[in-house]
């Protein structure tokens, strides 16, 4: 919510209507549409004892609606139909009691009605609604600013009837609009100003500006809709006034905290900038840029010119848009596709301009079309339909060179009778720039996961256990009561299967021996020259976060991978991190392993949530010095965004991305043993990288392969997930053995198997690996469970600069340096001459001094 209230519109009146719409999105009760039909943002109040067919809800959904507001019975009906994030459930606050945990999970807020604001008893209520957003209704009374703020300051927003508000300031009877959008906004400054950012409504939110408001010039703006700021010289500034350049006021939001402010306007004339720019931070790009200039070319562009040619002839301009939109299609490098696309945009926005379309209107429809509940299936117009088989200017398409492996799930593998198959590339034929495609993973859009993460991260580091139990309730869908447990860990939390036991007993002996065997116990000194004693020596990391994922698997095997190790090196703290499971529980498979490592903390909470309360610390939850896991790209970007924080002071193993496994056949490998490989690897998600470089495989060996994978793939439970990460891997064909190896080494796998008549001596030439698993007999499985080996490795390419996890990632090492008398007699002068070459006498002295004595 931008606003600190939210409107009911149950009465028309035009400049009130108006108003209230600048200020954020309305409620519309169901009686009063669609002739009150908002053009803002809206949400449907349906408060009615008739019954409603949720056909029509569905429907109003479809048409605009934000959400509906339902009652009890209606609300039952609804969960499981609608998107939890698109139902509020409309309830008496006493009748919390009624509600159970179904409906509670299928929706993503709650509206009280009460007979007044009453905050301690919302207060509580909220509590019973953990995750959802709270507002209130209160029936019998209007609300008054005191009880607006304090109730935004407890997250919940207050409903007000238009009925109730007034744009008259001075009104007994009525609340001012201005006076409630006012109630909780502060200001830290002497002169009350509250600091406003300015953008354009019209262009992306471009920000055009940095002004100031104050009670009075934020009053006359939302009534009036025209930009009106404080200048800190001049008082009260109407933007335009005296140049003509005037505001469209389209919506006035307050900031998280309530002490700053953004205007989105629609900006009139020559810019909002005192220097005629559109911008005080430069001219814009991009569409908006693009935008203007085609209008401009409408207006004024000179008879005979290109752009006047394709504004004069609808034919040539519908003719270049189907030109270029074929280029686009056949693009295949990244640097062709947005060429491509470049000049169909251009084309697509003549089109639009010359019809009157703005970009607003392109995002409006764009918006329509997200909030729609129902699709239509979206199939190919026949006209557009091409044959699989080209004219033989270009191969089929199953030979053509691959593109990037895309994280979205691809359409074309949804029918469950398709074949389970990979794609297929000749590296003898590809280009440079497509044996490029080949090695890219799909793009890891940090900065964006980042700026997700980061309200999450920030949640936790300042209200610490609160905002970790209020968002694993959100998120995991648990309510905790702790989020910590210490040991010792109670034995009926621990209780499996006696074979997973003795599994994890031989895995947990295995590891440890490998990693013992890593750790450095001994100090190395050398005797640089004669009384010059230089030394290094390891030291424990003192506190650890072990990451252990939940989402779709339960991994002990992760907690093996990084607590023994932990344990080996001797760190003197381990918190285990891992979401609980449905009734609040730690799986008891984890739990075993928590004890065998001798975890000190195991925290029930996963998520961004759980990376921030490890690396920050809360009043339960120690603080770590370094955090390791694998986890989802949540986990990954809060990892990195803690990493560089210096108030955290923690580091990180490793980046982080999908898994990935590449497997080297040749006419020896078993197409069974190289199927099952590939496909241990794909059931992990759908945005696994399966990579088979094939040696010179015969087709005959190649469709035995293929079809193992598709028989294989059919009979694992697991089968909807492979089918979406195979059909986006790929199968490079090469010559020779140096081929794949020099493949291999470029693309740098997390996973390498290798199926060679000679796997052991292709060893040698391994350069970039996380791990390999050497001939037929060494399944991945091995190395991710129980070999020794660690099965925390580097992905995305990162086997080039990175290490797997291993004991040293547990350790640091501090250097030492002992000079005698005659080391300082020896190595002195050297000493104080560079330090007097670096200009730096200090240092200089610091040896002379011990000379001369």
């Avoid at 190919?380 to 060179?401: E, I, L, M």
Wanted: charged residues 20%.
């Amino acid at each position: 919510m931008s606003s600190p209230f939210l409107p009911l519109l149950d009465q028309y009146d035009g400049p009130l209507y108006s108003a209230l719409e600048r200020l954020g999105p309305v409620l519309v009760p169901l009686s009063s549409l669609p002739t009150a039909l908002p053009s803002t943002s809206y949400s449907v109040l349906i408060d009615t004892e008739e019954p409603v067919d949720p056909a029509k809800v569905t429907e109003l959904l479809d048409n605009g609606a934000d959400y509906v507001v339902a009652s009890l019975p209606l609300s039952k009906e609804l969960i499981g139909t609608l998107p939890a994030e698109r139902l509020i459930l409309l309830l008496d606050a006493g009748s919390v009691s009624a509600v159970s945990d179904k409906t509670r999970n299928g929706i993503s807020g709650v509206l009280l009605k009460t007979n007044f604001v009453d905050i301690e008893l919302v207060a509580s209520i909220s509590k019973f609604f953990v995750g959802c957003s709270i507002y209130v209704w209160p029936k019998t009374t209007i609300p008054s600013t005191s009880s607006i703020r304090e109730l935004k300051k407890n997250n919940v927003t207050v409903v007000i009837p238009s009925s109730q508000l007034t744009l008259d300031n001075s009104s007994t009877e009525k609340l001012s609009v201005a006076e409630a959008f006012l109630a909780p906004l502060t200001s830290d400054r002497p002169d009350g100003l509250f600091p406003t950012v300015v953008t354009a409504h019209n262009f992306y939110g471009r920000s055009l500006g940095l002004v100031y408001s104050s009670r009075e010039s934020i009053t006359e703006s939302i009534i009036t809709g025209k930009g009106v700021y404080q200048s800190r010289k001049h008082g009260l500034w109407r933007k335009g006034e005296t140049s003509g350049s005037v505001q469209d006021v389209v919506r006035i939001t307050q900031d998280c905290d309530s002490d700053t402010l953004e205007f989105s306007v629609i900006q009139h004339g020559t810019g909002f900038c005192h220097l005629g720019t559109a911008s005080c931070f430069g001219a814009l790009t991009g569409l908006p840029a693009l935008e203007n200039t085609l209008k401009s070319r409408l207006e004024s562009a000179p008879e005979g010119s290109y752009t006047r040619r394709l504004y004069s002839s609808p034919d040539m301009l519908r003719a270049k848009i189907m030109e270029e939109a074929d280029e686009l299609c056949q693009a295949e490098t990244p640097e062709d596709i947005a060429f491509e696309a470049a000049d169909l945009f251009y084309f697509a926005l003549t089109k639009c301009v010359s019809q009157g379309v703005s970009l607003q209107d392109i995002e409006r429809s764009l918006d329509a079309k997200a909030k729609r509940i129902t699709r239509r299936p979206g199939n190919t117009k026949p006209q557009y339909v091409k044959p699989s088989v080209t004219n033989g200017t270009k191969p089929p398409a199953t030979t053509a060179p691959p593109q990037p492996p895309k994280t979205e799930p691809d359409t074309r593998v949804k029918d469950p009778s398709a074949p389970i198959r990979m794609r297929t590339s000749d590296l003898s034929i590809v280009s440079t720039e497509e044996r490029a495609a080949l090695l890219r993973r799909p793009v890891l859009r940090s900065d964006e996961m980042i700026s997700k993460v980061k309200p999450i991260v920030e949640d936790v580091r300042k209200r610490g256990d609160a905002a970790l139990i209020e968002l694993t309730a959100k998120f995991d869908k648990v309510q905790l009561n702790e989020v910590l447990i210490r040991p010792p860990f109670s034995p009926e939390s621990m209780i499996i299967d006696d074979a997973v036991r003795e599994a994890i007993d031989v895995a947990y002996a295995n590891i440890r021996k490998f990693h013992l065997a890593q750790a450095e116990k001994s100090t190395l000194v050398v005797e640089t020259m004669p009384g010059v004693v230089c030394s290094r020596f390891a030291r424990a990391i003192s506190r650890v976060g072990l990451y252990v994922p939940g989402g779709t698997a339960i991994l002990p095997s992760t907690a093996l991978m990084l607590g023994v190790p932990a344990q080996v090196a001797g760190c003197k703290e381990i918190v285990i991190a891992t979401p609980p499971r449905p009734d609040g529980s730690i799986s008891p498979e984890v739990m075993y392993v928590a004890k065998l490592v001798g975890a000190s903390a195991i925290l029930k909470a996963g998520g961004a949530q759980a990376i921030s309360a490890m690396a920050y610390g809360t009043a339960t939850v120690p603080k770590v010095d370094k955090i390791f896991g694998p986890g989802n790209q949540w986990v990954t970007a809060a990892k990195m965004l803690v990493q560089n924080d210096t108030d955290a002071l923690v580091g990180i193993d490793m980046p982080a991305g999908p898994s990935e496994v590449l497997v080297i056949a040749d006419s020896t490998a078993n197409p069974a043993f190289v199927a099952a490989d590939l496909l241990s690897q794909a059931e992990h998600g759908v945005d696994s990288q399966v990579v088979l470089v094939a040696v010179d495989l015969s087709s005959s060996l190649l469709a035995a392969i293929e079809s193992e994978v598709d028989s294989q793939a059919r009979a694992l439970e697991r089968v909807d997930i492979m089918r979406e990460s195979i059909a986006k891997s790929i199968i490079v064909k090469v010559k020779t053995t140096e081929e794949a190896l020099t493949f291999s080494n470029d693309y740098a796998p997390e996973h390498l198997i290798i199926h060679l008549a000679d796997a052991s001596g292709a060893v040698k030439s391994v350069e970039n690996a996380g791990s390999v698993f050497v001939g037929a007999y060494s399944p991945e499985s091995f190395g991710d469970y129980a070999s020794g080996t660690n099965h925390t490795l580097p992905t995305n390419g990162y086997a080039r600069q990175f290490s797997g996890v291993n004991t040293l990632s547990f350790q640091k090492h501090i250097t030492s340096q002992e000079i005698t008398q005659e080391g300082l007699r020896l190595l002195g002068p050297t000493v104080a001459t560079l330090a007097d070459c670096e200009g730096l006498g200090a240092h200089a002295n610091a040896v002379r001094v011990r000379l001369r004595a």
